[in-house]
């Protein structure tokens, strides 16, 4: 890999992360084509990718910081003011959302751990599973914003809500998936506006993703002190796609909620549709590795 082949994963890496098309996919095609996935040893492939996540999750940080610090100052407030009152107020949004939040969490944080090997194994560069999940995905959005109200927004976040969302945020451990395109699929058919579902399912990233990258640098240490090259990559060119997944996922995080705002999800349902077309074709003429 050199320096220009990092910064195309990076800006991959930013703008899929958060469109519902699915980064894995798109990261993997890339990878692939350019010879980069070593089938022998995927487990390396997954740590870069995992680590490349950081920078698109700063962006999270960094676009919602005001949000998510009013979460946290919430919760300090309720409950350490006040406490008297609770039984008569309340808990406050702020403390109801970052509760959304952490029980959003807890089904993708088991399925993450149960699966762990499988995760890192050749199963999830599979490109015939990324090809059936592009179009399978492709047809439960579109359902969903067929059918969906586009009446609640963030404030109306339940915690059964939270669940249901967070068991499809396991689902995007499928490669080809998409973690925002399960996670706002799931919200349009709970009846969320486009805007309240993709902004949920930003937030809700947040733990998930950043366990997952500190959990791979600690592997990506532990495997390198064993003797296993996890570098060959380049630590450099880690280092550059990360920071450029951080850039290009700012901007898409801004695009997006701007988008849906006034346009349905339907470009993504057939774009998704339109390249598991295009990998099939890829596949069955030997172009792309399955």
């Known amino acids: 890999m050199n320096i220009l082949w990092a910064i ?17 996919a798109h990261l993997t095609i890339a990878g692939k084509l350019l010879g980069l996935v070593d089938l022998d ?11 490349m996540q950081l920078g698109t999750m700063a962006a999270v940080l960094v676009y919602f910081w005001k949000d998510l610090l009013g979460v946290v100052l919430g919760v300090i407030r309720d409950l350490f003011t006040h406490a008297g009152e609770r039984r008569d ?8 959302l970052a509760l959304a939040i952490i029980l959003g969490t ?13 995760i890192e194994g050749v199963f999830t560069k599979s490109t015939l599973v990324i090809t059936g999940s592009l179009v399978g995905l492709a047809a439960l959005l579109w359902l969903a914003d067929k059918v969906a109200r586009h009446e609640r927004t963030i404030r109306q976040v339940r915690w ?10 396991a689902l995007a451990l499928i490669p080809g998936s998409s973690r925002s395109g399960t996670t706002i699929t799931a919200a349009l058919f709970l009846g969320f506006t486009r805007e309240a579902a993709a902004r949920f399912s930003f937030l809700l990233s947040v733990p998930a993703v950043l366990a997952s990258g500190f959990f791979e640098i600690y592997k990506i240490a532990d495997m390198h002190q064993a003797g296993t090259d996890v570098f060959q990559l380049g630590v450099a060119n880690l280092a550059v796609a990360t920071v450029v997944s951080g850039i290009s996922g700012y901007m898409a995080i801004a695009w997006l909620l701007k988008y849906l705002m006034k346009h349905t999800t339907l470009v993504f349902v057939w774009y998704r549709i339109l390249l598991g077309v295009v990998l099939s074709i890829l596949l069955l003429t030997g172009m792309i590795l399955p």
């Open 8 to 24: 195309l994963l990076g800006i991959i890496q930013g703008l899929t992360e958060f469109l519902p098309i699915s980064s894995t």
């Open 41 to 51: 040893h995927p487990e390396a492939w997954t740590a870069f990718i995992a680590v």
């Open 89 to 96: 107020k309340g808990w406050s949004q702020e403390s109801r």
């Open 106 to 118: 807890i089904p993708v944080g088991l399925v993450g751990f149960l699966f762990r090997h499988q």
């Open 160 to 169: 059964w809500d939270a669940l249901l969302v967070g068991c499809a945020q």
